[in-house]
């Protein structure tokens, strides 16, 4: 990269780190260290709920998504804002009312302290394992930037932010994300501009999206109902609903970006613009995946995005198979470029024949590009023995850095890295607020001083931060980042959903039913995808109706037996 380009990414940087300092005076007590003393404006909250979920997972991970499946993944949030509607009247006002610090400690009130520690342990566990990913997406960054290894780039993220974590608490880290979400839009908007106006000069936006349609990329909506397949209308709208409710309603680290607003309407309007906000936006992202499809259809390409294994593949034994491989997406891609311009043309010329037999071609085209990368990456992992060799999340970041112009460059990856701190951050606050609050203070130190506690706290940050990064070195291989973190919090939401059900919904729920709800709950979700091919969006909605079922039945059982022993 230019010099421009490091100043750039240096000066944001900078910036981000001297604010979380600055910002970490009033932070000498808990509630500020955690809550920032209840004290944030609607708007600050707002964008804070937005940027915790919009990682650089969001630029690296659905870019990718959107280059290699077009922009069906959009389907996955059509239950969001039917869900922050519903906590906004039911969970926002409940959680400012009873003076929490966690999601949790509502609980034991309700409940007993076992279903506390558990919901507690089992968000610990699954943000833990979030946060890994979330590191790991600006790590693949860096190591195509700098040539770094994988492990140095994981700590030069993690350490850094770790520490700024520990330093600022909640206020900095909702700061830095209101910056984060304007350089990301800032970023985001220029790189389409960028897109745009690398097309070919005789090809206009229109046509090249009609290109990109033949396809199906400009596909948003499948009506088909298969609980096999992630991404229709229905997994979003119900699985994605109760995924929704599950991670803004359970999951520390969003309630506690609503338990920091100023108020119960402060808290409201803060949901309510995610609700509205958060499609269009991840809309714009996935169409910029889709733009650089349509910018490869007329400059080649790498055949292989991740290049991390190149070397030994080109210079091995198969050496003449990946050439041969080479030489065949060559002429696969010039194939496909050709056939592109032919449906330019036929479109401009208003011929239906010949439009139609372009497109047949280009889509024989594009298979032909898809089945020799297949190939390839099959052939680089039976050269390095790298089971879970992926290219995907490599396709943004290959283009920033080869093909964007100076300033941009630096531009892009500063929001990148901007978003990957602030998210990280904000997990790693959460985690530390559920270890101190949930577990510290209840079990071992109960009455402490302020002090001890917030000592605790920084201490505790630290530790998720060890366990982020080394996740973090797992992560980056499994596929799709973006599917990665949901795979991940579809395993827990509904079962912590289904508890808080129970505990609001059903006003006889005993204790013990919660509890083996949950545990019945945990193990109905396992069952489900380690046994069957129901898609992940749907673990939720059986996480939720078998911790209410089991929950249920335990009251109706220990209802009837005080029956009849009173009797």
């Not at 969001?58 to 869900?83: E, H, K, M, N, S």
């Not at 908007?189 to 349609?213: C, N, S, Y």
């Not at 020799?372 to 850095?401: C, H, K, Q, S």
């Amino acid at each position: 990269m230019h010099l421009i380009d490091w100043t750039i990414i240096v000066a944001y940087l900078a910036w981000v780190l001297y604010d979380g300092v600055k910002r970490a005076r009033g932070t000498g007590a808990v509630e500020g260290y955690f809550l920032a003393s209840r004290s944030l404006p609607w708007w600050a909250v707002g964008l804070s709920v937005m940027a915790t979920q919009m990682s650089a997972i969001t630029l690296v991970g659905t870019t990718g998504q959107g280059y290699d499946d077009g922009i069906r993944f959009v389907q996955f949030y059509f239950g969001l804002p039917v869900a922050m509607i519903i906590l906004s009247v039911t969970l926002v006002p409940f959680f400012h009312q009873a003076r929490v610090f966690t999601a949790y400690e509502y609980l034991e009130r309700r409940f007993d302290a076992r279903t506390r520690a558990l919901t507690s342990l089992l968000f610990l566990v699954s943000r833990g394992l979030g946060a890994g990913v979330i590191i790991a997406a600006p790590a693949v960054i860096l190591s195509i930037v700098l040539g770094w290894s994988l492990p140095l780039t994981v700590l030069a993220i993690g350490i850094p932010t770790t520490l700024y974590t520990m330093l600022g608490g909640v206020q900095a880290v909702t700061w830095a994300d209101v910056k984060q979400m304007v350089v990301i839009m800032v970023g985001v908007t220029a790189a389409v501009a960028a897109l745009i106006l690398g097309l070919p000069d005789d090809v206009g936006l229109e046509p090249v999206l009609h290109v990109a349609g033949a396809t199906d990329r400009l596909q948003a909506i499948d009506f088909t109902f298969d609980l096999n397949e992630t991404y229709t209308f229905w997994s979003g709208l119900i699985g994605g609903l109760f995924l929704m409710l599950g991670y803004f309603g359970c999951d520390q680290s969003q309630v506690q970006r609503y338990l920091t607003a100023k108020s119960v309407d402060a808290g409201r309007q803060s949901l309510l613009m995610s609700a509205f906000a958060k499609i269009p936006l991840q809309v714009l992202i996935l169409m910029m995946g889709v733009l650089v499809f349509c910018f490869y259809l007329f400059t080649e390409p790498p055949m292989l995005f991740n290049t991390a294994h190149e070397g030994a593949v080109a210079e091995g034994g198969r050496s003449g198979e990946y050439a041969a491989l080479e030489d065949e997406f060559r002429s696969a891609h010039a194939g496909r470029r050709d056939d592109a311009t032919a449906i330019v043309e036929a479109r401009e010329a208003g011929d239906a024949e010949a439009l139609r037999s372009a497109k047949a071609a280009f889509v024989e085209s594009d298979r032909r590009v898809a089945d020799v990368r297949a190939r390839a990456r099959d052939l680089v992992r039976d050269v390095t023995g790298d089971a879970e060799y992926t290219d995907v999340n490599y396709v943004f970041p290959t283009f920033i850095t080869t093909e964007l112009p100076i300033g941009l460059v630096g531009l892009l990856i500063a929001a990148i890295f901007a978003a990957a701190m602030s998210s990280i951050a904000a997990e790693l606050n959460a985690l530390s607020a559920a270890s101190t609050i949930d577990f510290y203070r209840r079990h071992f130190r109960p009455g402490a001083s302020e002090a001890h506690y917030l000592r605790v706290s920084k201490m505790a940050t630290g530790f998720w931060g060890l366990f982020a990064a080394v996740t973090a070195l797992y992560a980056a291989n499994l596929g799709s980042l973006i599917e990665v973190v949901n795979r991940f919090g579809s395993f827990f939401y509904g079962s912590l959903l289904g508890v808080f059900v129970l505990a609001i919904g059903m006003r006889r729920a005993t204790a013990g039913g919660a509890f083996w709800g949950l545990i019945g709950g945990m193990a109905s979700v396992a069952a489900v995808a380690t046994l069957t091919d129901v898609s992940f969006m749907w673990h939720n909605v059986v996480g939720v109706v078998a911790v209410c079922l089991i929950g249920g039945l335990s009251t109706l059982r220990r209802r009837h037996a005080a029956e009849r022993e009173g009797a």
